[in-house]
């Protein structure tokens, strides 16, 4: 897949990314958090406006298409880039994981690892308060805050390849 960006000056950044063939999927992300869409037919055909989102439905969208709300297919983490370098994922915990029936203070989390768990999703519930002294259980989703090396090194703790 290729992604290219450039700088639109006073309007704010164009990112064109290759979806099949020679068309391309191109986005306008304005100063002001309107997004535009639109879909461009071969490198040198004129864009042909899809439609535009405001800021907070673009966001809303964008959580919807990385699969927060919902995973058609079995996952074991789903990775979302907060910043350059910093990552945030959800990581299901499995019946054979070393975590269940730890808390995260008693298995030392956030030293062995470097990451911060935000969150544990619990069937219908996310928790978030005391998230050190919550006993963790086979089915909960923890999601996770940290750079690309803490992450990797937290699966493996989570998997018991640590």
């Not at 958090?33 to 037919?41: I, N, V």
């Not at 899809?50 to 058609?72: H, W």
Request: a negative charge.
């Amino acid at each position: 897949m290729d992604i290219s960006e450039s700088d639109l000056p006073g309007v704010g950044k164009k990112h064109e990314i290759e979806i099949g063939g020679d068309k391309r999927l191109v986005i306008v992300t304005h100063n002001t958090g309107k997004r535009q869409l639109f879909l461009k037919d071969g490198s040198d055909a004129d864009s042909e406006e899809l439609f535009e989102l405001s800021d907070q439905l673009a966001r809303t969208v964008g959580t919807i298409l990385e699969g927060a709300y919902f995973q058609p297919v079995a996952s074991e983490s789903v990775e979302t880039m907060l910043a350059e370098g910093t990552l945030l994922e959800w990581y299901a915990i499995g019946d054979d994981s070393p975590l269940v029936g730890e808390t995260l203070r008693s298995a030392d989390v956030a030293n062995r690892t470097g990451v911060t768990v935000v969150a544990i999703q619990r069937e219908d519930e996310v928790l978030s308060d005391t998230l050190a002294e919550t006993e963790l259980r086979a089915g909960d989703t923890l999601v996770a805050v940290g750079d690309r090396e803490s992450c990797d090194q937290f699966e493996d703790l989570l998997t018991g390849d640590a």
